[in-house]
């Protein structure tokens, strides 16, 4: 991993920072039911070539955040990821390209605006695998607005 932010942390910021290469998620929030990451910013990042897994995770236990200004490309899995515990967080002014699935929302009480949005269509290192460019579950009030989505495989570029 490249940058892990793990169990309860507030008032945090990662920015200008390249991140090149790593085996599995490039930067991860965890924590467990009873810890939080909250009040962050991951801003105006260079994120690049996980070979097995995701750029941006937040995992577990992570909200009222913002992710804006990165570029992540060439991660096998998701360029962006925020899981289902995932609350009131602001992805926006993103570029990332050349991901598995470029972004993924399990819980749509999230923000997602004005990103290019890029992705294969499938994981990296499982091809049969189709995906959506975008993927987004469990919508019940969140908004995607402005974003241009593309897709280098074609199919579905947004479920």
């Not at 913002?66 to 990165?70: G, L, Q, R, W």
């Not at 399990?106 to 990103?115: A, H, M, Q, R, V």
């Given at each position: 991993?490249?940058?892990?932010?793990?169990?309860?942390?507030?008032?945090?910021?990662?920015?200008?920072?390249?991140?090149?290469?790593?085996?599995?998620?490039?930067?991860?929030?965890?924590?467990?039911?009873?810890?939080i990451n909250k009040y962050f910013t991951i801003s105006d990042n260079i994120i690049k070539n996980s070979p097995y897994e995701d750029?941006?995770?937040?995992?577990t236990q992570s909200t009222d955040g913002?992710?804006?200004?990165?570029l992540v490309e060439n991660c096998s899995r998701y360029g962006i990821i925020l899981n289902p515990t995932i609350e009131r967080v602001i992805v926006r002014n993103n570029v990332v390209k050349n991901c598995g699935q470029a972004l993924?929302?399990?819980?749509?009480?999230?923000?997602?605006?004005?990103?290019?949005?890029e992705g294969i269509g499938h994981f990296g290192r499982v091809p049969a695998s189709k995906r959506a460019s975008v993927y987004i579950s469990s919508c019940n009030g969140g908004t995607?607005?402005?974003?241009?989505?593309?897709?280098?495989?074609?199919t579905a570029q947004l479920l």
């Open positions: 991993m490249g940058i892990s932010v793990c169990y309860t942390n507030l008032y945090f910021t990662i920015k200008l920072t390249e991140i090149d290469g790593c085996h599995d998620k490039e930067i991860i929030l965890y924590g467990y039911s009873s810890d750029g941006i995770t937040l995992y913002i992710i804006e200004n990165n993924f929302v399990g819980n749509s009480n999230n923000t997602i605006e004005d990103n290019y949005l995607l607005k402005r974003c241009t989505i593309s897709q280098v495989d074609k």
